[in-house]
């Protein structure tokens, strides 16, 4: 069995641009979860704490806004990995993000104790160049 499989709860999510400057896409509160199978299959899930609620109590039918508030402060996706080396490497299936649908994202990983941290490669995000890096803890 390899050192990454197991439900994993997000601990930390933070974004870096080229001056070093830190960022919190969701939040320095965000939610998620990251799930490793021995099958080769995984699943991430991304969120800012205390999205609201469509009004309407309709899952289905939120306004515009709300609908767009909902986009923005989410991702997910999942789909099957492989481990080369050091990195580990996500091949979206579905995806939050049609871009990321049939994408390999290779992710550095180190794993520390109950700490999986994975960083991506740079990207570009509002028109910067930036890099993330992302902390979960094991559960037990």
């Known amino acids: 069995m390899n050192e ?18 830190v960022s919190y896409p969701f939040g320095q509160d ?17 969120m800012k704490a205390g999205r609201p609620p469509y009004q309407s109590n ?3 039918n939120g306004t515009t806004e709300e609908k767009l508030a909902a986009m923005e402060g989410y991702t997910g996706y999942s ?11 996500h091949l979206s299936e579905v995806s939050l ?3 990321l649908i049939g994408l390999e994202q290779e992710r550095e990983f180190t794993v ?18 930036q890099h993330a890096e992302i902390v979960f803890t094991k559960m037990q």
């Open 4 to 21: 990454i499989v197991g439900v994993w709860k997000l601990h930390t999510f933070h974004q870096l641009n080229e001056k070093g400057d």
């Open 30 to 46: 965000a939610k998620g979860y990251i799930i490793y199978t021995e099958s080769d299959h995984m699943s991430v899930n991304i």
């Open 58 to 60: 309709d899952i289905m």
């Open 79 to 89: 789909g099957k990995y492989k481990i080369e080396g050091n990195k580990v490497i």
């Open 97 to 99: 993000i049609p871009n």
């Open 112 to 129: 520390d104790n109950d700490k999986l941290t994975l960083k991506t490669p740079v990207f570009l995000v509002d028109k910067q160049l």
